[in-house]
């Protein structure tokens, strides 16, 4: 039974609720840990998922409602087109009904492609570019005459004829496209240099170590390359090299030589590690490397287009005394004043979409973006408000919009919006799911559906479905939680020391001065774009012993998992060698001991062409990985493979000493019990991945922690936790810095740095430094106002 005295959908005493076409049914879904869940969602209603991270709202919302609507819509493509869609498998669901076409509004972050901007992905300037191409003076062109991804070009070819009495003839012409192109950056706005001075040491010679490149060393061979080749003077400081040696140091193309009687190919040192390093995925690269890149090439505005992409031609047209350049570097609210100033009857119907698009910013809270900003530095929450701009007024209806935590990112302040652009989207006859742990949104939900009672192999259960008045009555976890409120402190911590920060100027940030205590739990708070991270990560990292723990991506392949990111696999495998007297690469799926079908990737890929793959269990390992010679050897009467399907607390239990133990409570610490040793670390979620990172980064003492926003993705119960693992760094002799929105973190702080007033250009400055409680009881920001409504001063 359910909370509030009601049955999920297939339970005995269940009844219809209501016209099984006015409901998504969902008939046994497995997914992940969900536990044969049958549920009735309303449709056309907002309905709110809830519960513990790892309780099973995304296998549910996710996993098994908008994944098998997407795998039904690709399923009525033509094969050939599928083939570049990839294959959606089925869900673990005994039935589905009445599911309409399903669009996802996710967090993922928008790709690092550099000629990708905000004006691009939300399809603004390509409606700026009609604006510029239809009333711009001087006319330059059409509107792809504007577009800093189309290049200029001259030329001629064949073409064969398609009409008229000499159809099928082969005829010669010439062809011009004008594009708007910068040609010297090709439309990326910045060039790149790299610092000879961060290559070499021009004041010593070869033989002496000049060349500062990591794995250089004076007597390696590949020192040895340049030192023997005949080309230069090893002895000489390379300050004396003539220009012709010069040269074929640093510049020479490839070319044969021979070298202790080995044949080699000699190149110019330039060329050489611009290939090995420079031009290699940048956070692919070791550590060390990394840094010598960062160090090693410069990336500048270009100098003929002053940063903008845009050709001459381009940024020649003008509205007024804008061209488009100027309008695409406008902070939004500036962009959105001038368009209200053109009034042209001849774009009309034009400008009205374009103010429409530029106000839905507004609406979202993204009016302090500008739209010549890279996509790819957009956070996750921002590039999720992004999405919904292209859906806002979208005239289509009756679909089903997916949301993961839209409030990530968000201030308090800015919350109610979001709450008003779910609504809109529901009022437009939609259905509209969210899985959401923040009050503010479950409050205003039709529907709520509770996950539970606990994570991972304890969840999976549904445990309330019914209103906001029914969860607060009821004894769930989240029901319990609804209204609870964290306390402003008694007393605070006294700072041992202080970051000082002189003068910072990044992006909006307006010469900011500012101190930053140490010993003690710092927040930073500020609505969205006010200068948070800019202040933070872009002063803070310089300082000494400093450990930015945030939620970017963890890079590693298909194989990665929690055990092998975390360093637990090593001590697990040296744990079963030692107790079954082998060698512990044997219990390793990427070496001796994988399964010879799947090659321990636990799964049999068949590729059927182009970018479609299919994944099917592998049938002799049964999707362990391991070969069955290896699966005899037990620990304490497990497997390795039971061991790697353990999740952290379970391991915890199994692993009462040792390295593997303290990392493992760490985990468990930081809220990531449920999660087990062996999944996939692309599985995890943005916070999952910051605090794993957090877990394993927890054994420094005496450090600086920076965090960014932790909470996300956290259940109200679990914030607690948190605050006390915050804690308990501090009173280990750490420093902890967090960025966060969350009222609970602000009121257990010591110290708030609250940046503002508002957002972008109406931002960057220092507006309140003090302790929580002079916040709340000086409601003299945005920030103090919503502390005092949520502690109830």
Not at 282 to 294: E, G, S, T
Not at 361 to 373: N, Q
Not at 762 to 782: C, H, K, N, S
Request: contains cysteine; negative net charge; proline residues 4%.
């Amino acid at each position: 039974m359910l909370a509030g005295g009601r049955h999920p959908r297939g339970h005995p005493l269940t009844e219809h609720i209501a016209d099984s076409h006015e409901v998504i049914r969902v008939i046994g879904a497995r997914e992940n840990n969900l536990k044969d869940v049958s549920v009735d969602i309303p449709k056309r209603r907002l309905s709110v998922f809830t519960g513990v991270s790892g309780s099973g709202k995304s296998s549910l919302v996710f996993g098994t409602i908008a994944n098998e609507s997407q795998r039904l819509i690709n399923e009525t493509y033509p094969t050939f087109v599928q083939q570049f869609m990839g294959q959606l498998s089925r869900p673990e669901v005994d039935g589905l009904e009445n599911v309409s076409p399903a669009i996802i509004v996710d967090q993922e972050r928008m790709g690092s492609n550099a000629r990708s901007t905000v004006g691009t992905a939300t399809d603004v300037h390509a409606m700026l570019r009609l604006l510029f191409s239809r009333i711009g003076a001087p006319h330059v062109g059409s509107p792809q005459a504007f577009s800093f991804n189309v290049p200029s070009v001259k030329g001629a070819g064949a073409v064969t004829l398609q009409v008229g009495k000499d159809k099928g003839k082969k005829e010669r012409r010439s062809f011009e496209i004008t594009g708007g192109m910068c040609p010297n950056c090709e439309g990326l706005g910045q060039v790149s240099d790299i610092d000879l001075d961060e290559l070499l040491d021009r004041s010593i010679s070869l033989a002496d170590g000049a060349i500062k490149v990591p794995g250089y060393t004076a007597d390696g061979w590949m020192v040895k390359g340049y030192t023997e080749s005949g080309f230069v003077d090893p002895a000489k400081p390379i300050v004396d090299y003539t220009e012709q040696e010069l040269h074929d140091f640093l510049y020479k193309e490839q070319t044969k030589v021979k070298i202790a009687g080995i044949n080699m190919t000699y190149e110019g040192l330039v060329p050489k590690v611009t290939k090995s390093m420079l031009q290699k995925d940048r956070d692919a690269l070791q550590p060390h490397i990394r840094a010598f890149v960062d160090r090693a090439v410069k990336f500048m505005p270009c100098p003929e287009c002053d940063g903008t992409r845009l050709n001459e031609g381009a940024r020649s047209s003008k509205i007024g005394d804008v061209n488009i350049a100027d309008a695409a570097a406008m902070q939004i609210t500036d962009l959105a004043a001038w368009l209200a100033t053109i009034d042209d009857p001849s774009v009309a119907p034009l400008m009205a979409g374009l103010r429409q698009t530029v106000d839905s910013f507004l609406r979202i809270g993204l009016g302090y973006l500008s739209l010549d900003r890279s996509s790819g530095t957009l956070s996750g929450g921002e590039a999720q408000r992004i999405k919904m701009i292209r859906h806002l007024g979208s005239a289509l209806t009756d679909i089903t919009y997916v949301f993961d935590e839209p409030t990530a990112g968000l201030h308090p302040h800015d919350i109610q919006r979001m709450n008003a652009l779910l609504q809109q989207l529901r009022d437009k006859g939609n259905t509209v799911l969210v899985v959401e742990h923040k009050p503010e949104v479950i409050e205003i939900a039709d529907n709520i559906v509770d996950l539970g009672p606990g994570a991972g192999r304890a969840g999976g259960q549904i445990q309330y479905i019914g209103d906001v008045a029914g969860l607060r009555a009821s004894d769930t976890l989240t029901g319990r939680h609804l209204d609870h409120r964290a306390q402003l402190k008694g007393s605070v911590r006294t700072p041992t020391g202080a970051l000082e920060i002189r003068g910072a100027t990044q992006h909006n940030l307006q010469g900011v001065d500012v101190d930053i205590p140490l010993g003690v739990l710092t927040v930073v708070t500020g609505v969205a774009g006010s200068g948070k991270s800019s202040l933070i990560h872009g002063n803070v990292p310089g300082f000494a012993d400093v450990v930015v723990v945030d939620q970017a991506p963890i890079k590693g392949s298909r194989r990665s998992s929690p055990a092998t990111y975390t360093g637990i696999l090593d001590a697990i495998r040296s744990a079963f060698a030692k107790a079954n007297g082998v060698k512990p690469g044997l219990f390793s799926a990427n070496s001796e001991g994988a399964c010879p079908a799947c090659k321990g990737l636990g799964v049999i890929i068949t590729n059927l062409g182009y970018t479609q793959s299919v994944e099917t269990l592998c049938e002799l390992c049964e999707g362990s990985g391991f070969g069955d010679a290896v699966l005899e050897y037990e620990l304490d009467g497990k497997n390795i493979a039971e061991v790697l399907a353990m999740s952290a607390a379970e391991a915890a239990d199994f692993f009462t000493k040792g390295p593997a133990a303290t990392t493992l409570d760490r985990m468990i610490d930081v809220g990531l019990g449920y999660i087990t040793l062996g999944q996939a670390l692309n599985t995890l979620s943005g916070g999952e991945r910051q605090r794993l990172k957090l877990a394993i980064s927890m054994a420094k003492k005496g450090a600086i922690y920076v965090l960014d926003e932790p909470t996300t993705g956290l259940h109200l119960a679990d914030v607690d936790n948190m605050l006390g693992m915050l804690d308990r760094l501090v009173d280990a002799g750490n420093s902890v810095i967090v960025i966060e929105h969350h009222q609970a973190v602000m009121a257990h702080a010591d110290w708030i740095i609250d940046l503002g007033p508002g957002a972008g250009h109406d931002g960057g400055r220092i507006v309140f430094e003090g302790t929580p409680t002079d916040l709340a009881a000086q409601r003299t920001t945005l920030t103090g106002e919503h502390l005092a409504a949520y502690v109830g001063a």
